[in-house]
């Protein structure tokens, strides 16, 4: 039987999460424990930071050791400096209340001196840097039941005063029975930003090298990944621009070079970028998966921009690489992502999405359930149910879209520190991670209730750091590990509520002006592949990935100058390959009479075959033109030309139009697509000849003539020869 402490924790719980928004700080702890460190540094004090607790989590008959450095920023030696460690038998009731001690030691719990202080043994030089160590029992502190106790670290001077103060949490478990398993469901993102190139085997940049190696973020990813998939039942979210790089890498490549594919530089092939490979298709085979569009193309400006077709394209390049790749399948159109017949996921940059993004992600991508951040669709009146994780709403096409809600605070917690990060704030974002969830499970722990773990999307965590957050998961008593699937089956079965707005733009989302270059470029993109003859399809590809890397949401906020670059290069490469295809013909055509031939030249400088029409329009009736849209095949580096016959029925000059088209009808609009033709029809031709028939028969009977007046003096003149023999 629960106690009367209890039931009022509960029921003041109950109230400050309904009233959450209102009264909650900003739900990013480590962060703020990071801002009070820098500011005391910068002003020239004393700072004392605390970057370790053994146990993480304590229990009845625990000892708990803090550990943490101290240093000198004041510009005088220190001695006789000692650390004492605080807490209270009191626990918080509420996630806000955690926020507000975190940033500025307010709190209802008035923390109390636990344990022996530490004294620190000799001088502390102005700008060196010392280590502590201090204890205390739980049974001395007084802990009570299941919750978050404060814990800080303060650091005093040899006459008892405090110089400064760093602060973290305490989670207590007193064993079975405390509270409820909260259901846990990660996220594991392998997204980068795409490096995918018009050119063959080009990337961008270089800078996947150093990030797939064992050391680097995408290698720290997927071995901690894969050490702790199955315990922890990690679903994985991965881009399949990845797979694409990385496969590059595996050979010789090249890096940067221009729109011609040339004057790149080479680089060797990376063993790094095979073994990463290699162990990303061995250590999640059968895990669940779900893949990103290509490049992780950004849903929400596609789908408010109307580029539906592109979202489409995006994911039907990703799935195909994938699919080829890992050797499992990723399909579309509802079929399975390699879970067991899991429903499609999507996971829109930001956590973010609207109606319209959700129905475009259901028509587009085949995607019937969506990740979205806690408060896109608000809880039900209940305080503590899987409302808060859970919902479901009807897409603008008519389907169901399963909706999982991830804690915003934790992803927060969790993005507050990286590889690069001193100790102290890896510390924060493990021990904040731990006690949010704790947290979460002892303001209702009798309530079923399930969280959604989201990583920032290119997150960049040590190798001891997303260790240890896995372990905790494993490890903690009030955590139960569950696949983002199960919470998707149990989302289906919700009550469907319909609260996202129509359309809202996504805070970061690709601008319109950026867009609409994008707009442009996709139709180049489309006349140039509509024009190649029987086009290979691994160029159509390559050529549909490198417009999906200038989509991605690697562009937004301050890396939009990659994506602009990506845009410029594959826009120079369309334009230098349209180009090379150009009417060639003189600008003047002589009719002799009232019909003539007129042959017109297409040339093709390009590598590849193209397909064209050859239009001819004139600008007056009197002039027609038999075939005038013949097709004709022109070989790479070869000159067609096509006959036309021209039939005027006048005397003077007409103008033709000759426009070149894709064999679909769509004109091609660079410059030597299209050329003026000016026609002469004079009619000279058949007077000559008349003329000229005049002028023989008139030689013919003058010639006639002669010889019938010569023939009888022939004859006399015979005659009389004859007489005088």
């Known amino acids: 039987m629960r106690s009367v402490r209890t039931v009022v924790r509960t029921l003041i719980a109950g109230f400050l999460a309904l009233a959450g928004p209102l009264l909650a700080a900003p739900a990013v702890t480590a962060h703020a424990q990071q801002s009070y460190r820098t500011d005391a540094a910068s002003s020239h004090q004393l700072t004392v930071s ?21 240093t000198n920023h004041t510009g005088s030696p220190l001695q006789g400096v000692q650390v004492q460690l605080l807490t209270s038998y009191a626990d918080f009731i509420a996630r ?58 303060q650091a005093l001077s040899a006459g008892g005063t405090s110089l400064a103060a760093d602060r973290t949490f305490l989670p207590y478990w007193p064993g079975n029975g405390s509270a409820d398993s909260l259901n846990v469901a990660w996220v594991w993102p392998l997204i980068d930003q795409p490096q995918s190139s018009p050119c063959p085997r080009t990337l961008a940049t270089d800078s996947l090298a150093a990030s797939l190696s064992s050391t680097g973020r995408l290698g720290t990813l997927l071995a901690a990944g894969a050490r702790w998939a199955r315990k922890d039942h990690l679903t994985w979210a991965l881009d399949p621009a990845l ?28 063993a790094s970028a095979a073994q990463w490979l290699a162990a990303l298709r061995g250590e999640t085979a059968g895990e669940p998966m779900f893949v990103t569009p290509y490049a992780d193309a950004d849903v929400a400006a596609l789908a408010h921009s109307g580029l539906d077709s592109d979202l ?29 017949g899991a429903p499609a996921v999507a996971w829109p940059a930001g956590g973010v999405a609207d109606a319209s993004v959700l129905t475009s992600l259901a028509a587009n991508g085949g995607v019937s359930a969506v990740v979205l951040n806690s408060g896109e669709v608000p809880a039900a009146n209940t305080p503590y149910d899987d409302s808060r994780a859970l ?85 903690a008593p009030w955590l139960h590990p569950v696949a983002l699937s199960s919470l998707a089956a ?50 159509l590809r390559r050529l549909d990935a490198a417009a999906a890397v200038t989509e991605s949401t690697a562009w937004r906020g301050p890396n939009s100058a990659g994506g602009t670059l990506a845009l410029k290069k594959l826009a120079q490469y369309l334009h230098d390959r349209e180009l090379d295809v150009r009417i060639l013909t003189g600008t003047k055509l002589l009719l002799a009479g009232a019909s003539g031939p007129a042959p017109v030249s297409v040339q093709n400088a390009g590598l590849l075959p193209v397909e064209v029409r050859v239009e001819a329009v004139p600008d007056s009736d009197q002039l027609s033109i038999d075939n005038p849209h013949p097709v004709i095949t022109v070989q790479a580096g070869k000159t067609g030309t096509v006959r036309m016959t021209m039939h005027s029925s006048a005397i003077g000059t007409t103008q033709v139009k000759l426009q070149l088209l894709t064999k679909d009808g769509s004109a091609l609009t660079w410059f030597g697509a299209s050329q003026s033709l000016s026609v002469e029809s004079t009619r000279y031709g058949r007077t000559l000849l008349v003329i000229i028939g005049a002028a023989l028969g008139v030689l013919v009977l003058t010639s006639v003539a002669r010889w019938v007046r010569r023939a009888p003096h022939e004859d006399k003149a015979d005659g009389r020869s004859g007489g005088a023999g």
């Not at 394209?313 to 879970?339: C, K, P, W």
Request: aromatic share 8%; with cysteine; glycine share 10%.
């Open 391 to 475: 919902a479901l709403t009807t897409t603008g096409i008519g389907s169901s879209m399963r909706v999982l809600l991830s804690d915003s605070g934790l992803t927060s917690v969790l993005g507050s520190a990286s590889a690069s990060s001193p100790a102290a704030a890896q510390f924060d974002a493990e021990q904040g991670f731990l006690a949010q969830t704790a947290m979460i499970a002892a303001e209702g722990p009798f309530a079923k209730r399930s969280v959604v773990i989201t990583p920032p999307r290119r997150w960049d965590p040590s190798a001891a750091e997303a260790l240890k957050l896995l372990s905790l998961t494993a490890s």
């Open 50 to 70: 605390i970057d370790a607790v053994s146990p993480s989590f304590a229990t009845a008959n625990s000892t708990i050791t803090v550990s943490g450095t101290l």
């Open 243 to 270: 797979l694409s790089d990385a496969d590059v890498m595996t050979q010789a490549y090249l890096i940067g070079g221009n729109a011609l594919c040339k004057g790149g530089t080479s680089v060797r092939a990376s």
């Open 312 to 340: 489409r394209t995006a994911y039907h390049v990703g799935e195909s690489v994938a699919n080829q790749m890992l050797s499992r399948s990723f399909g579309i159109n509802g079929q399975s992502t390699g879970d067991g």
């Open 96 to 153: 806000s209340q955690m926020d507000s001690y975190a940033a500025s030691g307010n709190s209802p719990v008035f923390p109390q001196p636990a344990g022996s202080a530490y004294t620190v043994p000799g001088t502390v030089h102005s700008g060196s840097t010392v280590r502590w160590s201090a204890s205390f029992t739980a049974a001395a502190a007084g802990y009570g039941q299941f919750g978050v106790y404060p814990l800080e670290a």
């Open 490 to 539: 149990a989302a289906g079965q919700v009550k469907a509520r319909t609260s996202l707005p129509g359309s809202r733009v996504t805070p970061g989302e690709l601008g319109g002006a950026y867009i609409a270059t994008v707009t442009s470029v996709d139709t180049s993109l489309a006349l140039y592949a509509d024009l190649l003859f029987q086009p290979a399809a691994t160029l």
